[in-house]
């Protein structure tokens, strides 16, 4: 199953043709105070558009390794911009929604900083090099 917040009309449709083989649901805004295992088990009766967060996630849900990878591969070639991946644990399927989105948030900041640190040490070398 793959879920998705944050994404247009458009998007949707490239992503649920991209993934057709795939369950694909939108999670509306009335989800947010949901655990994330009753979004997961109520997916079917989920209503309304996705298109409610001002960052896009793509939460998916109880697929293999290679599923995942595969999703990454496809999605990321639709160049949608810059999305939060994320999979579900036991652990994060008893979270509130609206309380996984900021920790996925707070993690891809701290993953964005460290990679502008690596970036600048680079650099830094790489300029040290030169002479």
Known sequence: MIFL?????N???????????LKVYEIPQYCRDWSVQSI????EELEGSCDWHLKKFILMHDLKNPQIREVLARIKSLNLGKIIFATTTPTSLTWKLEDLLEELIREDEYFQELKRKEAQQKRLY???GKG
């Open 5 to 9: 917040i944050g994404f247009d009309k």
């Open 11 to 21: 998007e949707v449709k490239k992503i649920r043709e991209m993934l057709s083989e």
């Open 40 to 43: 997961v088990e109520k997916a």
């Open 126 to 128: 790489l300029d040290i």
